[in-house]
């Protein structure tokens, strides 16, 4: 069974950090692409950041660049997303996804099949 889990949300202070994590089970991480993507309460999801099969290719969302990087951990079969200088408005459910075709297109990756649970962030003081 295909299955990806988040961890690592949680509450923090504005200007703290979180590292989520998006494990795969079922299937080798190695060929997909994986994006993440957060919805905050009353808004429409959107696309954080996104990263190819072969880690050569990454994106991110305007409102996350500089502070967001994600990377991947093939041999963990983990990708991860640091999270660093947070405001109140990063306060979301995050989710990753996982899409076959190994691009690092957040379009592309939204419209898959494989999705984690999400994981929630809050940042408050």
């Known amino acids: 069974q295909l299955q990806l889990v988040e961890s690592g949300g949680g509450l923090v202070q504005p200007g703290g950090s979180l590292r989520l994590s998006c494990a795969a089970s079922?299937?080798?991480?190695?060929?997909?692409?994986i994006g993440w993507f957060r919805q905050a309460p009353g808004k429409e999801r959107e696309g954080v950041s996104c990263?190819?099969?072969?880690?050569?290719?990454?994106n991110y969302a305007d409102s996350v660049k500089g502070r967001f990087t994600i990377s991947r951990d093939n041999a963990k079969n983990t990708v991860y997303l640091q999270m660093n200088m947070l405001s109140p408005e990063d306060t979301a459910v995050y989710y990753c996804?996982?899409?076959?075709?190994?691009?690092?297109?957040?379009?592309?990756?939204?419209?898959?099949?494989?999705w984690g649970q999400g994981t929630q962030v809050a940042v408050s003081s």
């Open positions: 079922g299937f080798t991480l190695n060929y997909y692409a």
């Open positions: 996804a996982a899409s076959p075709h190994g691009l690092c297109v957040l379009r592309l990756i939204a419209a898959s099949d494989y």
């Open positions: 990263i190819s099969s072969g880690g050569g290719s990454t």
